[in-house]
Each structure stands twice: as C-alpha cells, then as structure tokens.
T-cell receptor, first 114, second 111 residues
Framework: GAGVSQTPSNKVTEKGKYVELRCDPI?????LYWYRQSLGQGPEFLIY????????DSGLPNDRFFAVRPEGSVSTLKIQRTERGDSAVYLC????????????FGPGTRLLVL | GDSVTQMEGPVTLSEEACLTI???????????LFWYVQYPGEGLQLLLK?????DKGSNKGFEATYRKETTSFHLEKGSVQVSDSAVYFC??????????FGRGTSLIVHP
C-alpha cells in the first residue's frame, strides 16, 4: 500500500515569507509526528498528533511554527516569517497508535530559506 | 529527560568485517528501543526493534539486544556488505510518546 508522502519535496523561499509543508500519512494511522533534521544530526521532534488533536507540541521552537490535522489524516506544518535558521529537512512519520510503535517516515521536505 | 547516545562516525569497514555500533540510553519507565536506517537518497526506515528487557531484535543479519542493566542497545552484524552503507539511528520511545533519536552513525563499507 501507499506509504507516507510529503509535498513539496523541495522548497526554496526568501527570509520573511510564509511556507506550508504537507504530510499524507498511511491510511488508518492515528499518530502523526513532525520532525526537523539538520545536516549531520538526528531528527528533532516538533509535534505529535493523536487523531485531530496536537497531543504534544513541546518541540515547536517558537510561535512562528504551527501545525494542523483537521480531519485526523493529512497534516500541514506552517512556518511564518521564515528565517535562514529554519533551513532543514522536515520529516513526517505516522504510526498505528503512538508510543512504542514503529514509525513510517516520509521522504521529507527540504526547506531552504535564502 | 530521555536521551540517547550513540557512537560517532563515520565507521569505515571492509566488506565482511564485523560491525558494532554502540548505543546507550537514559529513560524513565520501560521504553521500546529501535534502530532506524537511512540509505543514501532514501527515507528513514525501521531496521529492528525490541520492546522489553532481554528482547533481541534482528533483521537483515543485524541484531541488537535490549540490556536494561547496562541501558544499552548496541547494533551488531557479523559480516557487513557494501549495501549496508547508510546512516544508523538508535531511537527510544517510551511513555511520553515523544521518540528520542540519537545523532546517527554513518557506516561506510568498502569492497
């Protein structure tokens, strides 16, 4: 079956602009995670959804970052007033239920802020 | 809070050599432990996992044993292949629902 998909695969934007990154999880997976990965580092947790609600958003670095999952499936990560330091690969993963379960990762969106 | 420490890379080996990538962790409660792998140009994928103490996860010739007494989950393979060249991540997932990743260890296998 289809895996986790993310769009766009690459995004180049200018400092100060707004961007949206989309994640389509595996059908039936209730848990969805967003991570940010910088070069040479492991994925850094941003936010976790269980169904439609953000169960834990403690990893969001500041209030310029926001994510939604209105129907419990597709999720959008939104970044306002982008800064050069936001440049990274943004990863999405889904799992059947949550803690302790195998996560299935998308290919990521590579964001470059000029 | 929870944390994962894995050995720094890159690890460079010749084909058929033995591999060990060390991973230790700190966590409250009884987390599940995972190794994920990222092959060049591909996304992260699960390699193996163990959900309780003394469990051994295995896949594609790789093994790791969940050692509660030493808080470790070292990744081992007896004979590596060129196709094993990738970045390996040790991951902890416990009751907080927030998975914690190690920094990753790059493995380079030469023919």
């Amino acid at each position: 079956g289809a895996g986790v998909s993310q769009t766009p695969s690459n995004k180049v934007t200018e400092k100060g602009k707004y961007v949206e990154l989309r994640c389509d999880p595996i059908s039936g997976h209730t848990a969805l995670y967003w991570y940010r990965q910088s070069l040479g580092q492991g994925p850094e947790f941003l936010i976790y959804f269980q169904g439609t609600g953000a169960a834990d958003d403690s990893g969001l670095p500041n209030d310029r970052f926001f994510a939604v999952r209105p129907e419990g499936s597709v999720s959008t990560l939104k970044i306002q007033r982008t800064e050069r330091g936001d440049s990274a690969v943004y990863l999405c993963a889904s799992s059947l239920a949550g803690a302790g379960e195998t996560q299935y990762f998308g290919p990521g969106t590579r964001l470059l802020v000029l | 809070g929870d944390s994962v420490t894995q050995m720094e890379g890159p690890v460079t080996l010749s084909e058929e050599a033995c591999l060990t990538i060390n991973c230790t962790y700190t966590a409250t409660g009884y987390p599940s432990l995972f190794w994920y792998v990222q092959y060049p140009g591909e996304g992260l994928q699960l390699l193996l996992k163990a959900t309780k103490a003394d469990d051994k996860g295995s896949n594609k010739g790789f093994e790791a044993t969940y050692r509660k007494e030493t808080t470790s989950f070292h990744l081992e393979k007896g004979s590596v292949q060129v196709s094993d060249s990738a970045v390996y991540f040790c991951v902890l997932s416990g009751g907080s629902y927030i998975p914690t990743f190690g920094r990753g260890t790059s493995l380079i296998v030469h023919p």
